[in-house]
């Protein structure tokens, strides 16, 4: 017992064992279960040390980790019930009031993070939280009620279908309008941030209108709640559309990149781009660049210079997995960037000698 600066008292007690949420419990668990897997004969992907795999009677064994929930998969259910076992000999502690048994789910279903993930169609993984998306329209719908002081009857048109979860003004910024009230910047807070939650995961349709409205938390106004009550009402009605993900097993990793130019109020450009392997897109970033451009042709180059780190780790990754990448292609609607990212200096002008400084880049492999 000790007397803190303030004359309160503080108990202080050491811990024999790492504590529960903390980060040295993280990292010990973690070195823990990479070492059980290796003694195992698995080995880390070097591209994602969360990532094992094995090979069991020919074919790859793969365990995916996050803290302590696993993701099993081999094209035995045989070898994925030793998996468990091993994995239940090993971690699996039962307590004097039954608490402690290894939940196990198997089958084409699944929940994971507010995510349900369905493998039952034919080489497809389908991806849906409607139950999260329903709680956010509901949590919109209850803030709509409760700040009506005007606005809301102005900007809303409910159950109106949008094409895009984005207003065609959506980086338009006015900085005389009204600011909304202590209570609506509250909310619009909550509601961006629980969109932003679900766009990353399984609507990457509102990557664009989030990346905005995630700009404007601070000091939102009222134009941003009709923004934000555009992309909502969207949300209503597509709220059962899913993320269809497939590979067509062309081994070809396609990047579509493309750059708005001077889109924003501060005169910086936007960066929208995504990977697909036949259908759907896993990766999807929607973002503003970080540097003033001169120029459209400019700005796509900053937009293949923001997405190349995942270009590359992408194609590193898959081929760490055993999957055959034979392309890597970058494709973009800008010929002339397209000539300066291949040629370089060689194919520069005066306007633009100073970006042609940087070594040649083979979007290609």
Known sequence: MTIGKRGE??????CLTALYGTMVAS????????????????KLNPYDPCVANKQVDGEQLTVCFHVDDCKISHISSKVVSNTIDWLRSDYENVFEDGSGLMKVHRGKTHKYLGMSLDFSHVNQCRITMIDYVDKIVAAYDKASSELDDGFTLVFKKANRSKT???????FVVDED?????????????????KTLYISKRARPDLS?????????????????????????????????????LSADGSGVLLWYVDASFAVHPNMRSHTGGGLTMGRGFPIVTSTKQKLNTQSSTESELVGVDDMMPIVVWSRYFLMAQGYGVTQNLLLQDNKSSMLLEKNGRASSGKRTWHTSQQPEIDLLN
């Open 9 to 14: 008292k503080q108990l202080l007690v050491q």
């Open 27 to 42: 990292l010990l668990y973690y070195k823990k279960f990479v070492k059980s897997l290796k003694s195992k004969g698995f």
């Open 164 to 170: 895009s979860a984005a207003p065609d003004d959506l």
């Open 177 to 193: 309008a009204e600011k909304l009230s202590e209570e609506g910047q509250t909310a619009f807070h909550h509601l961006v941030a």
């Open 208 to 244: 664009t209108a989030i990346a905005f409205l995630t700009t404007r938390v601070k000091a939102p106004d009222i134009h941003d709640w009709r923004k934000l009550s555009h992309m909502m009402e969207y949300v209503r009605v597509e709220r059962l559309q899913p993320l269809i």
